[in-house]
């Protein structure tokens, strides 16, 4: 039996276990200051092995008491830590992830809008705008047209002499700059068109449900004015 078993201490001095206790709050600390360094990711690696085995050997050998054992019990522990550092670098190498933080794999970069295209006709012969679909308007047309296809408008709203404009949903549009001027008393026609569009539901004419969605979202800059724009000229 050891003389610390005779005088009924197994271990080391308070001092000493303070000591431990303060080297492992400053090895903790360098460990969580060097995380934020921009390191290379092996040399990372490598100082956090070094710094853990550091911190466990301390932990074991003073607060476990194996430094005040039998030296068989170290050759032990010893074994279990040069195999489990074995293990981690054999998949760290097999893996090719030394990465400390964000992932090998790059996030690829938001997507960035597509602007509404500014639609042209030039593109197709005037006498075949008539085969056309409706949805392919957007095409075909330019300015106030355009978006008012684009948007979907076409689907809901007929306008006497627009290709594709004969949805039954919403009223007529064919004269809407002059109608609109006499739907609300001290209201111009641009406002109302305005004010229709920003919140549908505000306006619903007569006979019809109100069933027009908000579409400010989806407009780009300067489409809701050249829209109205459009709309107004309508007389």
């Known amino acids: 039996m050891s003389s610390d078993h005779k005088n009924r201490q197994h271990g080391a001095s308070i001092p000493a276990y303070m000591l431990v206790a303060a ?34 050997g301390l932990v074991i050998g003073y607060f476990m008491h194996l430094k005040f054992e039998a030296p068989l019990f170290t050759y032990f522990f010893m074994a279990g830590v040069v195999l489990a550092v074995a293990i981690s670098l054999a998949f760290l190498t097999l893996f090719t992830n030394f990465d400390i933080g964000d992932p090998n794999v790059a996030s690829p970069p938001p997507a960035t809008p597509t602007p509404y295209p500014t ?65 609300v008393p001290g209201m111009n026609a641009r406002g109302y068109i305005e004010e229709s569009i920003m919140n549908p539901s505000n306006f619903v004419v007569d006979g019809f449900a109100p069933v027009m969605p908000n579409l400010m979202s989806s407009f780009n ?15």
């Open 119 to 183: 639609p042209t006709i030039a593109m197709i012969p005037a006498d075949s705008v008539s085969n056309v679909a409706s949805e392919d308007l957007v095409a075909v047309l330019i300015g106030g047209e355009g978006i008012f296809a684009g948007k979907g408008c076409a689907g809901c709203h007929s306008i006497d002499g627009l290709e594709g404009a004969v949805g039954q949903v919403g009223p007529n549009l064919t004269k809407i700059g002059t109608v609109a001027d006499t739907r």
């Open 23 to 56: 080297i492992l709050v400053v090895v903790t600390s360098l460990e969580v200051g060097l995380f934020y360094l921009d390191m290379i990711g092996e040399l990372m690696v490598t100082i956090m092995i070094v710094l853990s085995i550091m911190k466990f």
């Open 221 to 235: 800059k300067g489409e809701f004015e050249e829209l109205v724009d459009y709309l107004e000229s309508l007389q």
